[in-house]
C-alpha cells in the first residue's frame, strides 16, 4: 500500500451520477440513446425504457432540435451549452449538453426559480467587488466573504497550493459557531493525482449531498466493454472515499472553483456547508465565470508583480552594465556587487561561485562546503532557477549549517554548469497546524485495502526544523530577471573585450605599418641627405655640421608631430629652429597656425635651411642682421610665410645649386603642391611660401608680434675633475654622448648599460652627475635615480618621446634632453644642474 493507491482510483468513470439530476448518453448525428442513469425513466416521465430509442421519440423533435443547435455552439466539452426552463414531463428542466469522443451526454436537472437574467447578475456583482483588489492579503480576505454573502455556503476557504501541492488555507469567511482552518495547512494526498487533473478539465465541482444516495449508469459499459467517461459531467458522482471525508469533517455539501494561473492549478476556492445544498444552475454558471475571472485576475496579478521584479532588477543590472563599462574586470566588479544583488531578493545571504572562487555576502554556508554545493547545483541547476527551502535534502551534512543557510535559491551564471549566483535564507523554525494528522492511515473493509481518510480534523502542530522560509513566486520571477540580465552583463563584457580585442589587434597593425612606413621615409630622407655631394669650397667639417643640423631638424620636427599625435604649430617650430640665434635679431608676426604632419616635416627641413644660410651668409651672421618673419592664413585657407632679411652682408645668387638651394625651391611644390619662391636681393633674402590649405590644421588666436626667447649661452664649462656616470643600453648612442662629455671637458667617465651595472658602480665610488637613459630595454633607470637623489648627486634624463612617461612625478623637476641631442643641449642641461635651475624639459636644437 503506498499513496498511489488513490491516485489509480478512476474518479472520471464512476459508473453514477448524483441522484438529483438525469443523464442521458446518445450516439452522434442520430442522437439514439446508448446509456441513462436508472432514475430517468421514472424522473422525466418516459412512457417506456429509452436505452436504443431515437431521443426525438421520448422527448420531441423540437427538443432534440434545440440541442442539435445548443451543441453546435458549444466549441469544448469544457463549457457545455446550457438550456433553461425546458418543459419536459411534468415539470421543467434545466439542461446542459456536450460532446465527448462521439458520445452526446445530455444532463437534467430540476429547473430553478431564478430569473433569466440572474447569473449575469450574480457574476457581475462579483466581479465588480474583486476587480479592484490586487494585493495579495485583501484578495484572501475579501474573495471567500463576497462568495459566501452570495451563495450562502457555512463556509468558504480559499487554498493556495505550494510547489509540493500541499495546501494552506489563506482566506477564509464561515458563520460565526464554526472553528476556523484559517492558515492550516493539507497534505497534497489530500487531492489525488487524478483529482488535480480533472480540477483543471472541469473548473467547477458541486457535491449536492455527501450522504445522498447515487443513480447508477446503465448499461455500465458499451458493447466493447468500456465505462461511460464522465469527466465533464456536472453531475458526476463522487468516490466514496471523498465522500467518507467529507462526512468526517461534518461537511454535508461541497463545492470547489478551480483557480488556474500559467496553466497550473494555483489554488481552490472550497466551499462547505454542514446540510445537503443544491446549486441552481444560475449559481453554479455565475461561480464558474466568476472563477474564470479569478483565474484571469491572479494571472494578472501575477504578471504585474513577476513585471515589477523584473523592472527593479533590469534596473539594477542597467546600472550595473553602465557601470561594468568602466571595469576592467567584470568578475571583480560581480564580487563587488554582491550587496547590491542582495536587495533584489528578500535573504540573509547571498554568494557567488564564479570559476571555481567563492565571494560571500552576509550569512552563508562555510567556504569549505561550496565546492560540494556547487557539484550538487551543477546536476540540478541545469540552465535554469532553482530554488530550495531545505538544502538538507540536497546535502545530508547541510543541517550542520542550518543556521547560516537552510534554503538557497540558484541562479546559474553560463550556460554549461558551473558559475551560480546563491540566494541563502536562514533556518526557520515553524510551527505548521495542519487539519488533522496529515499521515495517512490504512484500512480494509467492503472496498478492499485502502488509505482511510482521517476521522479528526482537529488541529495538529508540527514542528519544522531545518528549513528556511519558502521561496515565493516573486522570488524567483526576480531570480530569472537577474539569469537573463546577469548573462548579458557577462555576454556583454565578454563582446566588449572580444571587440576591444579586434580593434587592439587592427590597431596594432595599423601602428605597426605606421610606423614602418614612417621609418622608411625617414631612412629614405637620410640616405638622400648624406647622399647629396658637398659644395666643392665646403670643408668636410663644414659638410657633416650641416648633415648633423639636418638630421636634427628632421629629428625635432618627428618629434613635434608624434607628441602631438599628428602634427603641431608652425610658430613653435620657427622657435626651435631659430632658438640657437641672437634673439634680439629675429621677429616673428602671424597666429598659431597648425600644420599636419606631413607639412610640419617638410618645413622643419626648409625653415632650417633657411636659417641655416641665414647665420651663415645672412642677417644672423652680423651683429645688426635683422630677420622678420611673418605668416598668415589667406582667404582661400591656405597660409603664407615671408621670411624678409636686411641688415646683413651683401648678398649674392648663388652660381650653382646645391642641395640646400633645390631644397628650398622644390620640396614645398613638391611635396605639399604649394609655392615657394627665394629672392636674393642686395639687401638680403627674402623668401615667399604658400602652404595650401588641405595641409592646416585648427587656427588658433592671434598673437601679438612676438621674438624668440634667447636660448643661454653654451660658452664651455670647466669640467677636469668631474666624474661622470652614462647609462645607455645603445653602444652607438654611448659612444656618441663620450664624446660630447670630453668636448664639454669631462675627463672621468664610466659607461654602463643596465641598472644594476650602475648601482654597482655607484657604490663602488659615486660620480659628480649622471646622464641616465630613462628606458633601458629590459628595464627602466628610476631606482638608479632614486640612489642617485638619495646621495644628492644630480642627473638628468635622456629619453625618446613615450619614455618621459614611464618618469614619475616626484622627478618631474629633473631635466629631460630629447633623443637625439647635441652637444651644445647637453652642456646647457649640465648647466642647469650645475646651476641647481633644473626645468622640466631640454628640446634639442641645431
Not at 644628492?792 to 631635466?815: E, L, N, Q, R
Request: glycine share 8%; proline share 6%.
Amino acid at each position: 500500500m503506498d499513496l498511489t493507491t488513490c491516485d489509480r482510483e478512476p474518479i472520471h468513470i464512476p459508473g453514477s451520477i448524483q441522484s438529483h439530476g438525469v443523464l442521458i448518453a446518445c450516439s452522434g448525428g442520430d442522437m439514439r440513446v446508448l446509456r441513462c442513469s436508472d432514475n430517468a425513466e421514472q424522473a422525466l416521465g418516459l412512457a417506456s425504457d429509452p436505452i436504443g430509442q431515437r431521443l426525438a421519440d421520448l422527448v420531441g423533435e423540437a427538443l432534440v432540435h434545440d440541442l442539435n443547435n445548443a451543441l453546435a455552439k458549444s466549441s469544448t466539452p469544457r463549457r457545455p451549452s446550457l438550456m433553461r426552463s425546458i418543459p419536459l414531463g411534468s415539470r421543467l428542466w434545466d439542461i446542459a449538453v456536450h460532446a465527448q469522443a462521439g458520445t452526446v451526454i445530455v444532463e437534467f436537472e430540476a429547473a430553478s426559480a431564478d430569473a433569466p437574467d440572474s447569473t449575469l447578475e450574480i457574476a457581475r456583482a462579483l466581479i465588480a467587488r474583486t476587480q479592484s483588489l490586487v494585493e495579495p492579503k485583501t484578495f484572501s480576505q475579501s474573495v471567500p466573504r463576497l462568495l459566501q454573502a452570495l451563495l450562502g455556503y457555512d463556509r468558504v476557504m480559499l487554498y493556495e497550493f505550494a510547489a509540493d501541492d500541499s495546501g494552506k488555507v489563506i482566506g477564509e469567511a464561515k458563520v460565526p459557531h464554526l472553528e476556523s482552518f484559517l492558515g492550516q495547512h493539507f497534505p497534497a494526498a489530500d487531492i489525488p493525482k487524478q483529482a488535480r487533473e480533472l480540477y483543471i478539465k472541469n473548473t467547477i465541482r458541486v457535491i449536492s449531498d455527501a450522504s445522498g444516495p447515487s443513480s447508477a449508469i446503465r448499461p455500465e459499459r458499451d458493447a466493447s466493454g468500456e465505462p461511460l467517461d464522465l469527466s465533464y459531467a456536472h453531475l458526476r458522482s463522487v468516490s466514496p472515499i471523498h465522500l467518507e471525508y467529507l462526512r468526517n469533517m461534518g461537511v454535508g455539501a461541497s463545492m470547489s472553483i478551480s483557480i488556474i494561473v500559467n496553466g497550473r492549478l494555483w489554488g481552490l476556492l472550497a466551499c462547505h456547508h454542514y446540510a445537503p445544498k443544491v446549486l441552481t444552475m444560475a449559481q453554479r454558471t455565475a461561480a464558474e465565470l466568476y472563477g474564470d475571472f479569478l483565474s484571469l485576475h491572479l494571472t494578472a496579478m501575477h504578471h504585474r508583480r513577476r513585471a515589477e521584479a523584473s523592472i527593479r532588477a533590469r534596473v539594477l543590472l542597467d546600472k550595473m552594465l553602465a557601470e561594468m563599462s568602466f571595469q576592467h574586470d567584470v568578475e571583480q566588479f560581480l564580487r563587488q556587487s554582491l550587496p547590491t544583488i542582495s536587495t533584489l531578493v528578500a535573504c540573509d545571504g547571498v554568494g557567488l561561485w564564479l570559476n571555481g572562487v567563492w565571494t560571500p555576502y552576509g550569512s552563508t554556508p562555510p567556504a569549505a562546503v561550496m565546492p560540494r554545493l556547487a557539484k550538487v547545483m551543477s546536476g540540478l541547476a541545469q540552465n535554469a532557477v532553482m530554488a530550495t527551502h531545505a538544502l538538507f535534502d540536497l546535502m545530508p551534512n547541510a543541517m550542520a549549517f542550518v543556521a547560516e543557510a537552510a534554503g538557497a535559491l540558484v541562479v546559474p551564471l553560463s550556460q554549461l554548469p558551473r558559475d551560480y549566483l546563491f540566494f541563502f535564507r536562514k533556518e526557520k523554525i515553524q510551527t505548521l497546524e495542519w487539519g488533522g494528522d496529515p499521515n495517512k492511515t490504512y484500512a480494509s473493509g467492503p472496498m478492499g485495502d485502502r488509505l482511510s481518510p482521517r476521522k479528526s480534523f482537529a488541529v495538529w502542530k508540527e514542528i519544522v526544523k531545518g528549513q528556511s522560509d519558502p521561496w515565493s513566486e516573486d522570488d524567483r520571477t526576480t531570480a530569472e530577471a537577474l539569469l537573463t540580465g546577469l548573462r548579458e552583463v557577462i555576454l556583454r563584457h565578454t563582446e566588449v573585450l572580444a571587440a576591444e580585442r579586434k580593434r587592439a589587434e587592427v590597431r596594432q597593425r595599423i601602428l605597426n605599418d605606421e610606423l614602418n612606413h614612417r621609418v622608411k621615409n625617414i631612412l629614405a630622407l637620410i640616405k638622400s641627405l648624406v647622399n647629396q655631394k658637398p659644395d666643392d669650397r665646403e670643408t668636410l667639417e663644414g659638410f657633416m655640421g650641416s648633415l648633423r643640423g639636418r638630421i636634427l631638424a628632421l629629428s625635432n620636427a618627428h618629434d613635434q608631430v608624434v607628441r602631438s599625435e599628428g602634427g603641431g604649430s608652425l610658430r613653435q617650430l620657427l622657435m626651435a629652429e631659430l632658438s640657437p640665434y641672437d634673439a634680439n635679431q629675429i621677429v616673428l608676426d602671424g597666429p598659431d597656425i597648425g600644420l599636419d604632419s606631413r607639412a610640419y616635416s617638410v618645413m622643419a627641413l626648409v625653415l632650417h635651411e633657411l636659417a641655416t644660410n641665414a647665420a651663415k651668409y645672412g642677417a644672423l651672421s652680423v651683429v645688426g642682421g635683422k630677420l622678420e618673419i611673418g605668416f598668415a592664413a589667406e582667404e582661400d585657407g591656405s597660409c603664407t610665410i615671408r621670411w624678409v632679411e636686411s641688415g646683413g652682408p651683401r648678398v649674392r645668387s648663388p652660381t650653382r645649386k646645391g642641395f640646400g638651394s633645390v631644397l628650398l625651391d622644390r620640396s614645398v611644390p613638391f611635396d605639399l603642391n604649394g609655392t615657394s619662391e627665394v629672392v636674393y636681393g642686395e639687401s638680403g633674402v627674402s623668401a615667399t611660401i604658400n602652404i595650401p590649405a588641405r595641409f592646416l590644421m585648427e587656427h588658433l588666436p592671434a598673437r601679438e608680434p612676438g621674438t624668440v626667447e634667447r636660448q643661454p649661452s653654451a660658452d664651455a664649462i670647466d669640467f677636469p675633475r668631474s666624474s661622470a656616470l652614462l647609462v645607455e643600453d645603445q653602444l652607438v648612442i654611448a659612444l656618441d654622448v663620450e664624446e660630447m662629455l670630453r668636448g664639454i671637458g669631462v675627463e672621468t667617465f664610466v659607461t654602463v648599460a643596465t641598472a644594476q651595472d650602475a648601482l654597482k658602480a655607484i657604490t663602488h665610488s659615486a660620480p659628480d652627475f649622471a646622464i641616465l637613459d630613462v628606458n633601458l630595454g629590459h628595464g627602466t633607470s628610476l631606482s638608479v635615480a632614486e640612489e642617485l637623489i638619495r646621495l644628492k648627486v644630480p642627473f638628468i634624463f635622456a629619453t625618446g618621446y613615450g619614455d618621459s612617461t614611464m618618469i614619475p612625478a616626484a622627478m618631474g623637476a629633473v631635466p629631460i634632453l630629447r633623443k637625439p641631442y647635441t652637444e651644445d643641449c647637453l652642456r646647457e642641461a649640465l648647466r642647469r644642474v650645475v646651476g641647481a635651475d633644473a626645468k622640466a624639459d631640454v628640446d634639442p636644437a641645431p
